[in-house]
């Protein structure tokens, strides 16, 4: 007979937690200019990736909650849709204020950096355990929020000629309740057998795909 030793969800996040160590958040679009005719471009660029990525997003929550619609699961995927889905219009305000068409959310950028995050996404919604969704969706909070606010916080302190819809879109330290929801989810999958080291390989995925969207956006500006 064989036992199964006990691995916590938490100690899965503290490990990409560590991982990250050393890398400032938001970083390098937290460190790019903030003066000068340029320093709208970079805040155009990221506008636009996370738009795009939105409709990836939607794709994925609801196809985890078709393979995965019991509780806690379920709650965490509407719970996220939800969130994503109400801040789709909120980001057109955004790109609106930026003097931003509807071109410049459908361009394509230079920088393939940009599209990683859709194809974690996309892999970890068709092919990855309920762990590996969840630990992902932990990772995305962890490092979109921080990254956003980072960014937001350093145009605010600055005085940067920023539109205020921006400021007030990316200042926004996230949902510490959702965080621990997403733990209680990828915990109940691992309680059902799910490989801890696949979940910390896709979370790993995530974190490198959301720095390169910072890399993305900050492309030739510092």
Sequence with gaps: MTTRSHVDAKALADDVRRRLTGEAPGSPLSLAPVTGPGVLEPLRRLVAVEYRAHAVELVAYGTLLARFPHRPAAELWVTLARIVHEATPKLREVARSLGMVETDLAGRPADSGAYAFHGAMSWIATSGSQTAAALAAHTDMQVYYSGATAVARRLRETGAPVPQEFLDY?????????????????????????????????????ADALLNVWRAAAADTV
């Design 170 to 206: 990316y200042d926004d330290p996230g949902d510490d309740a959702l965080e621990e929801l997403a733990l209680t989810v990828a915990q109940d999958g691992l309680d059902r057998g799910d490989d801890p080291q696949q979940a910390l390989f896709h979370a790993h995925r995530i």
